[in-house]
């Protein structure tokens, strides 16, 4: 069954077709990425799946529920965007298990889990520390483990590595892609960066002016002609 499933899903913004009968069917714990020129609606179709957005038309399911009409917090999701705030006053350790606290999991059960997502995160050694004792970098890390970490149904990243330098951007999606293979929750990934849509995805998604032009592999998306 597929996780996410998108049919026929059309937004407008006043008279502007933001996406535009929008379908695709994203299988359990695969790795999608989106693609296109800026404006053409990754965003739109981000936001949708998270119910930040409203449908103008068409169908949305997580799993076999229809969530037209669910508000987002009772969705299964997370997101993270390029910057992401964390909880100052709390330690990194804190913040990776704040979730999983919110939903009264049991101590050994956090406390393995925060392990686990610090490890393939590379962060393991930061796990005393606050935020603002850490590097731009180290931050987003943590931003993304802390919404991994209570492994959602549905993970939403919207170019999560895109104010990272390029050796910090090379080793976090490294340890994202180890990261989804460890915790294999199915996810949709927006970038502008070709290395990233080959290296992380299962299938990729060509958006131009609101519309799939195209969906296949990321070999088959970027072979050479
Ligand atoms: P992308 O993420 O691919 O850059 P977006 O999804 O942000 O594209 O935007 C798609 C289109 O919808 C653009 O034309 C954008 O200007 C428009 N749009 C997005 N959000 C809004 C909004 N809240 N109000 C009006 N227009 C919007
Ligand atoms: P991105 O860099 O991801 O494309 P934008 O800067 O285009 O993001 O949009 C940031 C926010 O502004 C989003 O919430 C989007 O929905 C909204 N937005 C985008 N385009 C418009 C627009 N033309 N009018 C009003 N809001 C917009």
Redesign the pocket.
């Known amino acids: 069954m597929a996780q996410v499933s998108l049919q026929g899903i059309t937004r407008h913004?006043g008279n502007?077709t933001?996406i535009k009968d929008i379908t695709f069917d994203i299988p359990d714990r695969q790795f999608w990425v989106l693609v296109?020129p800026?404006?053409?609606?990754?965003?739109?179709i981000l936001r949708t799946i998270a119910g930040l957005e409203s449908i103008s038309s068409g169908k949305l399911y997580l799993g076999n529920r229809l969530v037209n009409n669910v508000p987002s917090r009772q969705r299964d999701v997370a997101m993270v965007f390029q910057n992401y705030a964390l909880y100052p006053h709390m330690s990194v350790g804190e913040n990776l298990a704040f979730g999983l606290k919110m939903r009264g999991e049991d101590k050994q059960k956090i406390a393995k889990r925060v392990q686990e997502v610090a490890r393939s995160l590379d962060i393991e050694h930061l796990l005393k520390r606050k935020p603002k004792q850490l590097s731009g970098g180290q931050q987003q890390r943590v931003a993304l483990g802390r919404a991994i970490a209570r492994k959602p149904q549905v993970f939403l990243l919207d170019e999560p590595l895109s104010n990272l330098d390029a050796q910090l951007r090379d080793d976090t999606r490294v340890e994202l892609k180890q990261l989804h293979q460890r915790l294999q929750i199915t996810t949709v990934y927006?970038t502008h960066d070709q290395v990233e849509a080959m290296t992380l995805a299962d299938r990729v998604v060509v958006l131009h002016d609101?519309q799939v032009q195209q969906i296949g592999s990321p070999q088959a998306i970027y072979a050479s002609p």
């Open positions: 913004f502007v933001a296109g800026s404006g053409c609606g990754k965003s739109t927006v609101g």
